[in-house]
């Protein structure tokens, strides 16, 4: 009984060494994290907004990590290539991803790669707000939200809007709002703002809804007018702009976000290693300054509050392409 019995205890010693070690592990990899380049995937061309708030956060995060930080930019089916890519990568903090709206919206959109942006990945830190815009040739009768709207009321789906494409963080911005307000607008998609916003300066289109920073210069040069900023507070490089609150809309926001997000399983410690680095890159006075430039405001939080934004935005862009029957382009 007694030699029957020592195989079996130094089995399970054996198990719970194991079992020590592997649960060890997270821990080790994190003290000794990081020892090699961190990737942050871009779901968009170089050159954009995200792209440019990737590397100037990425460069200041280099220095802190005490390792190159690379921007891996993978355009593609409105950033879900990416999305996809960083879900398969080795959850150990190597590669983490910049989003937008898209990664809550895009499971409802698209169904060629299914994902669940509240369990399939670990939020991280919330970086920025950019506001969305809605905007008329400056020669417009179109001079106050208010005017737009009682266009609207008085002939239902006679004002058209332009946006960068069907499913667009701007495109569902209005559309929610249009429900807010009681209207109906009539939605034409473009392949981007710039179009949209050509055809508004050219006098084609009479609205277009886009980023701030894409009608800055032209406000700046006296083009454009801006009805309202789907904002909690006025942009600060379109001081003049009104927000939706002060256009009689009170507790309506719907602005473009950026987050970092990493892999299912990436180990706590090292989320806040990242998540404490990322912070000290958006208080520096240059980052600042240049996110500003693009009219973001700059917006850290907690990986437990950007937990709660995923799943707020997700359950209502859900709500609101389900009902409007919005296909992506």
Known sequence: MTARIRPMTRTLAALAAALLAWGAAPAAMAQAYPNKAVKILVGFAPGGAMDIVARTVGQKMAAGLGQPVVVD??????????????????PDGYTVMLVANGLTANPFLYTQQPFDP??????????????????????????TLRKMIDASKAKPGSVNYGSPGSGSTPHLAIELFARSAGIQLTHIPYKGGSPAIADVLGGQLPLVAVNAVEVLPHVKAGK??????????????????????ESGFAGFEASVWHAFIAPKGTPAAIVEKLRAEIHKALADPEVKERLAGLGAVVSP????ELGALVRGEHERYGKLIREAGIKAN
């Open 73 to 90: 930019n993978k355009p593609g089916a409105a950033s879900n290539i990416a999305i996809r890519q960083l879900i398969d990568s080795p």
């Open 118 to 143: 509240n369990a399939d990945v670990v939020p991280i830190t919330l970086v920025a707000r950019l506001p969305v815009v809605i905007a008329a040739n400056a020669s417009s009768d179109l001079t």
């Open 224 to 245: 454009l007018r801006i009805l309202a900023a789907l904002s909690a507070e006025r942009v600060a490089t379109l001081p003049e702009a009104p927000t939706i609150a």
């Open 301 to 304: 939080t907690t990986p437990q």
